[in-house]
């Protein structure tokens, strides 16, 4: 069974950084895609940004493009999400999540979060104005 867990959230002012992380076990992460999405109090989960199973490819929302940097360590089997300037708007709950399939790159598949079959806890992130 795969499992997912992410780390790093917290409290912080506006303009600073955070950085997540997302531990995986069961299955290495090797060959597959790996997405971030948040859910805000009252709105619905949204795509924050994902990287392609070889990390060649990376695409992110446009309200976070230019400050979020998703990676990954496949030797750590772990990604990232490193977020800088941050802003009151980024207060949610981040997930991270895993598919199935392997070898998945394209972006029309990896912003929806049906493309996932796995998914972390998740981690609050928490902005004060």
């Known amino acids: 069974q795969v499992q997912l867990a992410e780390a790093g959230g917290g409290l912080v002012q506006a303009g600073g950084s955070l950085r997540l992380s997302c531990a995986a076990s069961g299955r290495t992460i090797m060959n597959y895609a790996m997405g971030w999405f948040r859910q805000a109090p009252g709105k619905e989960r949204e795509f924050v940004a994902a990287?392609?199973?070889?990390?060649?490819?990376?695409y992110y929302a446009d309200s976070v493009k230019g400050r979020f940097t998703i990676s990954r360590d496949n030797a750590k089997n772990t990604v990232y999400l490193q977020m800088n300037s941050l802003k009151p708007e980024d207060t949610a709950v981040y997930f991270c999540?895993?598919?199935?399939?392997?070898?998945?790159?394209?972006?029309?598949?990896?912003?929806?979060?049906?493309?996932?079959?796995?998914w972390g806890q998740g981690t609050q992130v928490t902005l004060s104005s």
């Open positions: 999540a895993t598919p199935k399939t392997r070898f998945t790159a394209a972006i029309a598949t990896l912003r929806e979060g049906r493309s996932y079959d796995y």
């Open positions: 990287i392609s199973w070889n990390g060649g490819v990376t």
